[in-house]
């Protein structure tokens, strides 16, 4: 897969005009596997946010997303857990796009959900409310509505934060397959083993873009000590960004 799923221009994101993310130009390959790196507070989510449609850029465009669906797995600590819904109804919201609002669920949808929890181990758990959930057991579940979604493009913040080996490892080999099937696949992680060990590409961010390309270039001590230097504390009272200097990654990288 070459052509350019997502391309990002001039990107400047954040909360009240104060930016988070400063002038990102790049261009994801349609079916690459992409980790997003960088220090707390460096925009990770914040770029995760604007392509899943959440957040309004400052300045910039993103290009490539307006006709693909794109399923995305937000941060565990922003996931309300208290909503009294079951394990199956919360992951049968996957099927949202196909049912519609007045549409009802199926026999056939929910021998879908019930495939996609045996998927990710979840057999048996359909009626479980999902306030009761470990952790892990929450996150599996979460993986199983994506995988109803059924998105050309998934976008996961932190899929394995707080997530035991085993889970980790038994997610890692559902985001592969995705990556098979010729998604694109685009997650925030701090592991950066696991990153070298799993995503052919990645963008390290720190508020500005340090580097962007294949892994074992970006991920390197040079770059990680660039991050440092550029991440700076966020000042909430500092002035609307006025920059127009574009960063050197618009050119697309082979998936
Ligand atoms: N809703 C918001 N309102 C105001 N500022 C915000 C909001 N969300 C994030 N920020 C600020 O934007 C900056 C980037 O935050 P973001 O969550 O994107 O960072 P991150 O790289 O994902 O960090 P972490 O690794 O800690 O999760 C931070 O300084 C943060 O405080």
């Known amino acids: 897969m070459?052509?350019?799923?997502?391309?990002?221009?001039?990107?400047?994101?954040?909360?009240?005009?104060?930016?988070?993310?400063?002038?990102?130009?790049?261009?994801?390959?349609?079916?690459?596997?992409?980790?997003?790196?960088?220090?707390?507070?460096?925009?990770?989510?914040?770029?995760?946010?604007?392509?899943?449609?959440?957040?309004?850029p400052i300045e910039g465009e993103v290009h490539g997303l307006v006709?693909?669906?794109?399923?995305?797995?937000?941060?565990?600590?922003?996931?309300?857990?208290?909503?009294?819904?079951?394990?199956?109804?919360?992951?049968?919201?996957?099927?949202w796009h196909a049912v519609g609002a007045l549409g009802q669920f199926t026999a056939a949808h929910r021998q879908a959900c019930h495939e996609a929890l045996g998927a990710v181990g979840l057999h048996g758990f359909e009626r479980r409310s999902i306030d009761t959930l470990s952790g892990g057991q929450m996150q599996r579940a979460l993986f199983a509505r994506l995988m109803l979604q059924d998105a050309p493009v998934v976008l996961l913040d932190e899929p394995f934060a707080a997530v035991d080996q085993r889970t980790t490892d038994d997610l890692l080999a559902l985001l592969h397959r995705w990556h098979e099937q010729g998604r694109t696949v685009v997650a925030v992680l701090h592991d950066l083993a696991q990153v070298r060990a799993h995503f052919p590409l990645t963008?390290?961010?720190?508020?500005?873009?340090?580097?962007?390309?294949a892994t074992a270039d970006v991920l390197t001590e040079a770059n990680g000590q660039r991050a440092l230097c550029m991440q700076e504390p966020f000042d909430e009272h500092a002035p609307v960004c006025e920059g127009t200097h574009q960063r050197p990654f618009a050119q697309a990288v082979s998936a």
């Open 203 to 213: 963008l390290l961010l720190a508020r500005e873009p340090v580097a962007w390309g």
């Open 67 to 95: 006709h693909q669906r794109v399923a995305w797995l937000p941060q565990q600590t922003s996931v309300d857990r208290s909503f009294p819904i079951t394990v199956q109804d919360m992951v049968l919201l996957g099927l």
């Open 2 to 56: 070459n052509s350019t799923a997502i391309t990002l221009q001039n990107l400047t994101l954040g909360y009240e005009h104060h930016p988070a993310v400063h002038h990102l130009s790049m261009a994801l390959p349609s079916g690459s596997l992409v980790a997003v790196v960088g220090p707390n507070g460096a925009g990770k989510s914040t770029l995760i946010k604007a392509l899943a449609g959440q957040l309004r």
